[in-house]
């Protein structure tokens, strides 16, 4: 039988790739996207509002009926709206606080109330906190040391108490800094990749947060939906009630990105450097192996392929002044 998804965020970055890439499964029936697009666009989402196997609802996951009626008829779910970035949850923490922990918990509620007992949900890196331990392990966390941060762990405590209250399963990807087509370079709350792109293509310095030697794991979309797509078919029952690294296993600096990019486009140009930013960690590496044990998660794109599919993205945008 196929299975109905609803797709919370899927207007987003994440969200709609992963949409395009549910729609093209024969597993899949329709895919219902839930989106207030706050942060996601509905361009996004344009080539397949035609579809007769794509539905569009435009709703806040603040609400709890729009989360009920977003639910009626789907089998699954893939949570991935939320407010992103450190930065903004520092200047507005209760914005953060509402959609990301009550919006969540909305949907959760939604979800089991509904009838459907799977849930898959966006987590985040950010919830390692001020633990130093590298590579980043799913059972060692830290401090959380940022709003958004703590809305992500409380997210995931929601989802492990409701899979003992409940007939409700969960899994939750963690993401460790993911990049690719349709994330958005323009707004304060940027991300790095888009960020520096942006530059690139204005030919404008970047602006690097600290010496630049600050890491992350650095994550192709297509790996971030490969992993959504296992996780929501996960078929051994051990592999539901758990949270993992969605990552590629390597740490790149954030200088070598700015080089892999300038390599990429044949860019000359150099970075300027500023302070460091609150609430960010230094070093980031993601222990990819229980996705891979219990997923079959194998990440298909290494950065420097991810990088080149996402500036000749970018390139196409610019030159077409759609972005
Ligand atoms: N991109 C990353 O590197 C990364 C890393 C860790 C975790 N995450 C998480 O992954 C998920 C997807 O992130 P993304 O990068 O695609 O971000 P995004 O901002 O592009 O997508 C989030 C989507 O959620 C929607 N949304 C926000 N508030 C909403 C609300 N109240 N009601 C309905 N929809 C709402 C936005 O309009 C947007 O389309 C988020 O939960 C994010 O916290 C992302």
Known sequence: MQKNILIT????????????TLLADERVGTVRVLDNLSNGHRKNIAPFLDRSDFEFVEGDIRDFDTCLAACKDMHLVSHQAALGSVPRSIKDPRTSNDVNIGGTLNIFKAAEESGINKVVFAASSSTYGDSK??????????SPISPYAVTKLVCELYAQVFSTLYDFNYIGLRYFNVFGPKQDPNGPYAAVVPLFVKAIMEDKAPLMHGDGLQSRDFTYVGNAVEANVKALFATRPDAWNEVYNVAVGERTTILDLFNMLKETSGSSLNPTFG????GDV?????????????????????????????????KAQYLAKTI
């Open 9 to 20: 965020g899927g207007a987003g970055f994440i969200g709609s790739n992963l949409a395009e």
């Open 133 to 142: 331990a590298l590579p980043k392990r799913e059972d060692v966390i830290g």
């Open 275 to 278: 302070p460091t930013r609150q």
């Open 282 to 314: 230094k070093h980031s590496l993601a222990d990819i192996s229980k996705a891979k044990n219990y997923l079959g998660y194998d990440p298909s794109f290494s950065i420097k392929d991810g990088l080149e599919i996402a500036f000749k993205w970018y």
